[in-house]
C-alpha cells in the first residue's frame, strides 16, 4: 500500500514568506508526527497528532509554528515569516495509534531552504 | 549535554562483524525507538521496544528499563547496513527526544 506521502518535496522560499507544508499518513493510521533535521544536526521532535488533536504544543521552535490536522488524515505544517534559521528537512511519520504503541513510517521529507 | 546518549559516534567495521550500538537515557520513559536513516536521508524504523528484547533478521534490540539502557545489535553485518542509526526515546507525556546518532560504515 501506499506510505506516507510529503508535499512539496523541495522548496525554496525567501525570507519572511510564509509556507505550507503537507503530509499524507498512511490510511487508517491515527497517529502523526512532524519532526526537523537541520543540516548536520540531529532530529528534533516537533509535533504530535493524535487523530486530529496534538496534546502538547510546546516542541514546536516559535509561534511561527503551526500545526493542524483535519478529518484525522492530511496534516498542515504552517511557518509564517519564514526565517534562515528554518532551513532544515521537515520529516513527517505516522503510525496505527501513539508514541508508545507502534514503530513509525516516515515520509521522505520536504527540504526547506530559506534565502 | 543531549538527555540521550549515544555511542560510539562514529563505527567502522569490516564485512561479517558483530555490531554493537549502545543508547543510555537519565530519566523514566515509556518507549524506546530505534531508527535507521540511509544515506539518501530516508528514515525507516527498526524497532519500538518497551521491555525485553526484540529480533528482526540480523537486528537484535534490547533494552534494560532499570539501568536506562538500550543495545542495538547487528549480527553478521553487510556494506548494506551501513547507514546512520539513531535512538529516540519517549516520555510519558508523550514528548520524544533523539540521541545524536551512531555512524556505520561497513567495509566489504
Known amino acids: 500500500g501506499a506510505g506516507v506521502s510529503q508535499s512539496p518535496s523541495n522548496k525554496v522560499t525567501e525570507k519572511g514568506k510564509d509556507v505550507e507544508l503537507r503530509c499524507d499518513p498512511i490510511s487508517g493510521h491515527t497517529a502523526l508526527y512532524w519532526y526537523r533535521q537541520s543540516l548536520g544536526q540531529g532530529l528534533e521532535f516537533l509535533i504530535y497528532f493524535q487523530g486530529n488533536s496534538a496534546p502538547d504544543k510546546s516542541g514546536l521552535p516559535s509561534d511561527r509554528f503551526s500545526a493542524e490536522r483535519t478529518g484525522g488524515s492530511v496534516s498542515t505544517l504552517t511557518i509564517q515569516r519564514t526565517q534562515q534559521e528554518d532551513s532544515a528537512v521537515y520529516l513527517c511519520?505516522?503510525?496505527?495509534?501513539?508514541?508508545?504503541?507502534?514503530?513509525?513510517?516516515f515520509g521522505p521529507g520536504t527540504r526547506l531552504t530559506v534565502t | 549535554k543531549n538527555e540521550v546518549e549515544q555511542s560510539p559516534q562514529n563505527l567502522t567495521a569490516q564485512e561479517g562483524e558483530f555490531i554493537t550500538i549502545n543508547c543510555s537515557y537519565s530519566?523514566?520513559?515509556?518507549?524506546l525507538h530505534w531508527l535507521q536513516q540511509h544515506p539518501g536521508g530516508g528514515i525507516v524504523s527498526l524497532f519500538m521496544l518497551s521491555s525485553g528484547k526484540k529480533k528482526h533478521g540480523r537486528l537484535i534490540a534490547t533494552i534494560n528499563i532499570q539501568e536506562k539502557h538500550s543495545s542495538l545489535h547487528i549480527t553478521a553485518s553487510h556494506p548494506r547496513d551501513s547507514a546512520v542509526y539513531i535512538c529516540?526515546?519517549?516520555?510519558?507525556?508523550?514528548?520524544?527526544?533523539f540521541g545524536a546518532g551512531t555512524r556505520l560504515t561497513v567495509k566489504p
Open positions: 530519566v523514566g520513559i515509556s518507549a
Open positions: 511519520a505516522s503510525s496505527p495509534s501513539g508514541l508508545s504503541s507502534y514503530e513509525q513510517y
Open positions: 529516540a526515546v519517549v516520555y510519558n507525556n508523550n514528548d520524544m527526544r
